[in-house]
């Protein structure tokens, strides 16, 4: 198969969806890469380096999608973008139709087949392609949360660890998913006193085995939360119920009982947040302060480590890819039902439910398209 890998061109987007690493295992299969000039260079690769893997590089991004029966990329096409993709072509990549009837309409008349990262799914109902990115996200929580608990960034002016003689902060995360236990695992590498809360407690026993000590456990609800604000240092939101919006597990009146320099990073601010008085921002300016607490809601953390991110966003989607590329998307959609639940527009018709709701479209059965 022809692969194109485009340059990603979404404001502050850094990431690309395949390293020099992927196009050799795709070439050594005996597909077709190209790549376009700089692709990588957000993320650390250079063109000789994918040149070295195998890789042809191409100049412009309209070479790349003429070029390409299957694009692989990171983010939903922009609309610059719309006007290149050709009826037939097979697009891999995040998209996010829910949240943008402009792209879902621009895809139904480009006649494309749209298969998308965050609805592939697993026998387990677990979404393959979205757990990298949670991952990455609930590591930096700690991590932008110890920052801005220094005096000079607005917070309290505690180390996470403490030191010999000295108390550590007390950390609490909301939520024992995937984003809530890369937190909780940071924070207590880092020697916090970690508590983590959820409301499923089949997750909270599995959290209790095998977390460290310095971790504990703690049955979400209202009073619980209610009693560890004004002794916490760091509060991590994490939760999240599928489909839906994020429940506010901490309100407005809230702040009141947390102590002045308390932060909150709602890293479920993409769905809402779960903070009452947490609004998305970016990294270019992360913060904000309300009574006296720092909120961090940047609704695209893992942008910031675009190396990390992207090896871990390709380790997780390159199996994928090459069983596309073998078979191509119908044989490979027919054969894997996780590939299958990843496709949402199929040469003009909404397969994905989701969508058609979303917007009173006709929805037509996947399986009518295969
Ligand atoms: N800001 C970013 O850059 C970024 C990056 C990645 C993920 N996210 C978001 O982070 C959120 C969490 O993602 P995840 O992958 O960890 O999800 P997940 O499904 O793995 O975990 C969510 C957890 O929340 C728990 N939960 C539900 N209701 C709760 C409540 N009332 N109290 C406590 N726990 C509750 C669930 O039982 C589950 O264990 C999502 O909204 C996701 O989109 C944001």
């Known amino acids: 198969m022809i692969i194109g890998v485009p340059k990603e061109i979404k404001n502050n987007e850094n990431r690309v969806a395949l390293t020099p690493a992927g196009v050799k295992e795709l070439a050594k299969l005996g597909h077709t890469v190209y790549v376009q000039a700089?692709?990588?260079?957000?993320?650390?690769?250079?063109?000789?380096?994918?040149?070295?893997?195998?890789?042809?590089?191409?100049?412009?991004?309209?070479?790349?999608?003429?070029?390409?029966?299957?694009?692989?990329k990171v983010k939903e096409p922009i609309e610059a973008e719309y006007n290149l993709i050709k009826k037939d072509q097979l697009l891999f990549t995040y998209f996010h139709f829910a949240?943008?009837?402009?792209?879902?309409?621009?895809?139904?008349?480009?006649?494309?087949?749209?298969?998308?990262y965050e609805t592939v799914e697993r026998p387990d109902r677990s979404l393959p392609l979205l757990v990298p990115m949670s991952e990455v996200a609930g590591r930096m929580?700690?991590?932008?949360?110890?920052?801005?608990?220094?005096?000079?960034?607005?917070?309290?002016?505690?180390?996470?660890?403490?030191?010999?003689?000295?108390?550590?902060?007390?950390?609490?995360?909301?939520?024992?998913?995937?984003?809530?236990?890369?937190?909780?695992?940071?924070?207590?590498?880092?020697?916090?006193?970690?508590?983590?809360?959820d409301v499923n407690l089949s997750r909270l026993r599995y959290l209790d085995d095998v977390m460290p000590a310095n971790v504990n456990t703690l049955m979400s609800n209202e009073y619980n939360i209610r009693d560890l604000l004004p002794t916490h240092d760091l509060i991590i939101g994490g939760v999240l119920i599928p489909g839906a919006k994020a429940p506010h597990l901490i309100t407005r009146d809230?702040?009141?009982?947390m102590r002045p320099g308390t932060v909150l990073v709602d890293v479920a601010v993409d769905q809402g947040g779960c903070i009452e008085t947490c609004k998305p921002t970016t990294h270019e300016d992360p913060i904000f302060i309300?009574?006296?607490?720092?909120?961090?809601?940047?609704?695209?953390?893992?942008?910031?480590?675009?190396?990390?991110?992207?090896?871990?966003?390709?380790?997780?989607?390159?199996?994928?890819?090459?069983?596309?590329?073998?078979?191509?998307?119908?044989?490979?959609?027919?054969?894997?039902?996780?590939?299958?639940?990843?496709?949402?527009?199929?040469?003009?018709?909404?397969?994905?439910?989701?969508?058609?709701?979303?917007?009173?479209?006709t929805h037509t059965p996947v399986e009518n398209v295969l």
């Open 290 to 361: 309300i009574d006296d607490v720092v909120h961090y809601c940047v609704a695209n953390m893992p942008g910031a480590v675009p190396y990390t991110s992207t090896l871990a966003l390709t380790n997780a989607t390159l199996p994928y890819a090459i069983q596309l590329a073998n078979k191509g998307w119908k044989k490979a959609c027919i054969e894997n039902n996780d590939l299958k639940l990843g496709l949402n527009v199929v040469g003009g018709k909404v397969v994905y439910k989701g969508v058609a709701e979303a917007f009173g479209l």
């Open 254 to 257: 809230m702040l009141k009982e």
């Open 99 to 116: 949240s943008y009837e402009p792209l879902t309409r621009a895809m139904i008349e480009r006649g494309a087949i749209c298969l998308a």
């Open 38 to 72: 700089t692709a990588g260079a957000g993320s650390g690769f250079s063109d000789e380096s994918y040149v070295a893997a195998g890789a042809t590089i191409l100049s412009t991004i309209e070479e790349t999608y003429q070029v390409a029966e299957m694009i692989i």
């Open 141 to 197: 929580a700690i991590q932008e949360g110890a920052k801005y608990l220094e005096k000079p960034l607005k917070g309290r002016g505690i180390l996470l660890g403490g030191v010999p003689g000295v108390r550590p902060a007390k950390v609490l995360v909301l939520g024992g998913g995937v984003v809530g236990t890369n937190a909780a695992k940071i924070a207590a590498g880092m020697g916090a006193d970690v508590t983590i809360m």
